[in-house]
T-cell receptor
Framework: AQTVTQSQPEMSVQEAETVTLSCTYD???????LFWYKQPPSRQMILVIR??????QNATENRFSVNFQKAAKSFSLKISDSQLGDAAMYFC?????????????FGGGTRLMVKP | EPEVTQTPSHQVTQMGQEVILRCVPI?????FYWYRQILGQKVEFLVS????????KSEIFDDQFSVERPDGSNFTLKIRSTKLEDSAMYFC???????????????FGPGTRLLVL
């Protein structure tokens, strides 16, 4: 079974600085998708960024980018120019491409605090 | 921008009672999901649904749970006889396609917080 691990329960960053959230996963599959979701205090899960495993190029979305290391099974999220609105729980998630049910497997989350 | 909506936002029920959680997926989406998050724990997959039948379900999704798409817009999760351990945030999600780039991305609703007393 696939597992997703986020080793940092909490992280803190100064406003306007850069922070990196870690995620590792375990799978025997060669093709899959990886996601980062943000969960603000409102509790709604918001997609931040996605990465297809077959793509070598790291995904970017404005201030958000990933460092995808397939061999190491690592998928970290970098937030540049951190803003107060970035404060939230961040969840890393995995999905197989040949998964008939499209099930997402989530990590335990990292709480990001942004200091003004 | 289209959103997944869920009602109610909060529900309190007595142990043993039946609850129905409602979701309205994004209108052109074909795949629907339920996840739950017990306070302080991981988000866990419950079930996925396509073409009026369950595609996949987890071990959590036992006989106490059922899902239904009663009309063209709603997607419901029923818990027949609630237990204390069913207390959690329940998230509905939908995606446009099973696979194929951005179309398979799952979009989540705001959740229903269920408290079983």
């Amino acid at each position: 079974a696939q597992t997703v691990t986020q080793s940092q329960p909490e992280m803190s960053v100064q406003e306007a600085e850069t922070v990196t959230l870690s995620c590792t996963y375990d799978t025997s599959e060669s093709d899959y998708y990886l996601f980062w979701y943000k969960q603000p205090p409102s509790r709604q899960m918001i997609l931040v960024i996605r990465q297809e495993a077959y793509k070598q190029q790291n995904a970017t979305e404005n201030r958000f980018s990933v460092n995808f290391q397939k061999a190491a099974k690592s998928f970290s999220l970098k937030i540049s120019d951190s803003q107060l609105g970035d404060a939230a729980m961040y969840f890393c998630a995995y999905r197989r491409t040949n998964n008939a049910g499209n099930m997402l497997t989530f990590g335990g989350g990292t709480r990001l605090m942004v200091k003004p | 921008e289209p959103e997944v909506t869920q009602t109610p936002s909060h529900q309190v029920t007595q142990m043993g009672q039946e609850v129905i959680l409602r979701c309205v997926p994004i209108s052109n989406h074909l795949y629907f999901y339920w996840y739950r998050q017990i306070l302080g724990q991981k988000v866990e997959f419950l079930v996925s649904f396509y073409n009026n039948e369950i595609s996949e379900k987890s071990e959590i999704f036992d006989d106490q749970f059922s899902v239904e798409r009663p009309d063209g817009s709603n997607f419901t999760l029923k818990i027949r006889s609630t237990k204390l351990e069913d207390s959690a945030m329940y998230f509905c999600a939908s995606s446009q396609a099973e696979s194929g780039g951005i179309q398979e991305t799952q979009y989540f609703g705001p959740g229903t917080r269920l408290l079983v007393l």
